[in-house]
């Protein structure tokens, strides 16, 4: 069975900084693919960035970039230039790649505050 | 990216009454949708996993004939929470599976019950 630790529950973060939150998982499995989600007050789960395990280039989507160690198990999520609105509990998971109803494991998550 | 779309996104309903929650994937063919129920300043805990024309995998735990899920076709989802009662009040999410891409979730349902 997979499984999805974030071992930060809270972390803050100064406007316009830089914040990175840890995620590490575990799993048997070679072909993957790996998620970070926000969820504003809103509650909408949003995703945020995507990343293929059988690619070693890491993914960026604007201000955000992972940070993918598939050896260690590891998937940072690093946000640059950090805005108001970024301030969410943030969610990493993971999901098998192959065919099959494979469920969505999630993280505890990560509530990130942005200090103006 | 794909859109799941989840309706209502806000509910109150009487004690004892059944309410319907409906999960469309509006641009993708989703063959596996999963459900998901969060409370407060928690991570989502999966339900079950609803795969299109057979019956719904539960997570132990969860009552089956409480929680009725429905997926009649690739691209609705239905659960229905029946009898319900005020400790089914809870925030309740779905999302469907796209194969080469992932997993995206609906807006959610705030079932308030009363």
Redesign the interface.
């Known amino acids: 069975a997979q499984t999805v630790t974030q071992s930060q529950p809270e972390m803050s973060v100064q406007e316009a900084e830089t914040v990175t939150l840890s995620c590490t998982y575990d799993t048997s499995e070679s072909n993957y693919?790996l998620?970070w989600?926000k969820q504003p007050p809103s509650?909408?789960?949003?995703?945020v960035i995507?990343q293929e395990a059988y690619k070693q280039q890491n993914a960026t989507e604007n201000r955000f970039s992972v940070n993918f160690q598939k050896a260690a198990k590891s998937f940072s999520l690093k946000i640059s230039d950090s805005q108001l609105g970024d301030t969410a509990m943030y969610?990493c998971?993971f999901?098998y790649s192959g065919?099959g109803?494979y469920?969505?494991t999630?993280?505890?998550?990560t509530k990130l505050s942005v200090i103006p | 990216?794909a859109v799941v779309s989840q309706h209502p996104s806000w509910v109150i309903c009487k004690s004892g009454t059944s309410v319907k929650i409906e999960c469309r994937s509006l641009d993708f063919q989703a063959?596996?949708m999963?459900w998901y129920r969060?409370f407060p300043k928690?991570?989502?805990m999966?339900m079950a996993?609803s795969?299109e024309g057979s019956k719904a995998?539960y997570e132990q735990g969860v009552e089956k004939d409480k929680f009725l899920i429905n997926h009649a076709s690739l691209t609705l989802s239905t659960l229905t929470v029946t009898s319900a009662h005020p400790e089914d009040s809870s925030?309740y999410?779905c999302?469907a599976?796209r194969?080469d891409?992932?997993?995206?979730?609906g807006?959610?349902t705030?079932l308030t019950v009363v």
């Not at chain 1, 999630?106 to 998550?109: A, N, Q, S, V, Y």
């Open positions: 693919y998620f989600y509650r909408q789960m949003i995703l995507r969610f998971a999901i065919a109803s469920q969505l999630f993280g505890k998550g | 990216g063959t596996t999963f969060q928690q991570s989502l999966l996993t795969n995998t925030f999410i999302s599976r194969q891409t992932g997993a995206f979730f807006q959610g705030r």
